[in-house]
Nanobody
Framework: VQLQASGGGLVQPSGSLRLSCAFSGFTLDDYAIGWFRQAPGKEREGVSCINRDDGSTFYADSVKGRFTISADSAKSTVYLQMNSLVPEDTAVYYC?????????????????RGQGTQVTVSS
């Protein structure tokens, strides 16, 4: 299992970014996949996840209505569209995957993780 996240950067408050996670070694039929983030001095926070086995998606309360997760099986890529960004969204964002038996709400504990991509929201 390999995961490669990209798309982070510096953005002004209320701006948008789209993160991408290219994956290999598994299919979305067998793995749930999503994102968690970690800000300096804070614990990991599950952000969003998609599980095609049971059709579920997960969003943290802090990002509901602003972030959207999507998956393109043909491209083996998962995306996180982040809109209306606020400074509190500043963190390193990680892509993670785990077998479909694991609930999406556990995405911050998923065992397979890629390197992080830094998102900084600041004016």
């Amino acid at each position: 299992v390999q995961l490669q996240a990209s798309g982070g950067g510096l953005v002004q408050p209320s701006g948008s970014l789209r993160l991408s996670c290219a994956f290999s070694g598994f299919t979305l039929d067998d793995y749930a996949i999503g994102w968690f983030r970690q800000a300096p001095g804070k614990e990991r926070e599950g952000v969003s996840c998609i599980n095609r086995d049971d059709g579920s998606t997960f969003y943290a309360d802090s990002v509901k209505g602003r972030f959207t997760i999507s998956a393109d099986s043909a491209k083996s890529t998962v995306y996180l569209q982040m809109n209306s960004l606020v400074p509190e969204d500043t963190a390193v964002y990680y892509c993670a995957a785990e077998g479909v038996a694991f609930p999406c709400a556990w995405v911050s504990d998923f065992g397979s993780r890629g390197q992080g991509t830094q998102v900084t929201v600041s004016s």
